[in-house]
């Protein structure tokens, strides 16, 4: 049971090119998530999707689109970026959106954008 | 609204020591609470949840923790340190009121280092 997996592991961009980061579950989880983290921040929620075909912002958006074309797969995508979403970002699904269900994480991808 | 305070950015232990990570919370309603491990280069790992059942809580690789509703803590104990135990530590809180429940605000992290 692979969980949670993310592709690719590592990147590095030039400011101005786009990337697709690709997230994939195999849990038939409703609820998936994209994060970043950087250091002394703890994780911060980029976008949300609470089930296949729909999207929505968390607190740190801008910048970024996602999609969720199928359920099993949540698409995170930065179209001119810059050195300040260098980052580690992280996936998560869950199987609903209750307080009391656990978020699943896969392993992150590292972004360095020069 | 909710927030999460570890107290510690980082802790050093000796190995067989005991261990003690600090998190406060604050949360308009009733919380869910957990305890994430992220060891160097790796994803998140739960290691324990509270959720209004039993106020202590026991998780994976001997890790405990404590609800204490009026001290606002979830504080994150084990009796004795091993090597295998550095790692940062997230204490996570999720509200858990009827519209954005499925949101997580994760404090800032605890660095554990474990000495031999």
């Known amino acids: 049971n692979a969980g949670v997996t993310q592709t690719p592991k590592f990147r590095v961009l030039k400011t101005g090119q786009s990337m697709t980061l690709l997230c994939a579950q195999d849990?038939?989880?409703?609820?998936m998530y994209w994060y970043r983290q950087d250091p002394g921040m703890g994780l911060r929620l980029i976008h949300y999707?609470?089930?296949?075909?729909?999207?929505a912002k968390g607190e740190v958006p801008d910048g970024y689109n996602v999609s969720r074309l199928k359920k099993q797969n949540f698409l995170l995508g930065l179209e001119s970026a810059a050195p300040s979403q260098t980052s580690v970002y992280f996936c998560?699904?869950?199987?609903?959106?209750?307080?009391?269900?656990?978020?699943?994480f896969g392993p992150g991808t590292r972004l360095t954008v020069l | 609204a909710q927030s999460v305070t570890q107290l510690d950015s980082h802790v050093s232990v000796s190995e067989g020591t005991p261990v003690l990570l600090r998190c406060n919370y604050s949360s308009s309603y009733s919380p869910s609470l957990f305890w994430y491990v992220q060891h160097p280069n790796k994803g998140l790992q739960l290691l324990l949840k509270?959720?209004?059942?039993?106020?202590l809580v026991k998780g994976i690789n001997g890790f405990e923790a404590e609800f204490k509703k009026s001290e606002t803590s979830f504080h994150l104990t084990k009796p004795s340190a091993h090597m295998s135990d550095a790692a940062e530590y997230f204490c996570?809180?999720?509200?858990?009121?009827?519209?954005?429940?499925?949101?997580?605000?994760f404090g800032k992290g605890t660095l554990l280092t474990v000495n031999p």
């Open positions: 998560a699904s869950s199987r609903d959106g209750i307080s009391t269900d656990t978020q699943y």
């Open positions: 849990m038939n989880h409703e609820y």
């Open positions: 996570v809180v999720r509200s858990n009121s009827g519209g954005s429940n499925y949101k997580l605000t």
């Open positions: 509270y959720t209004s059942a039993a106020t």
């Open positions: 999707s609470v089930g296949e075909g729909t999207t």
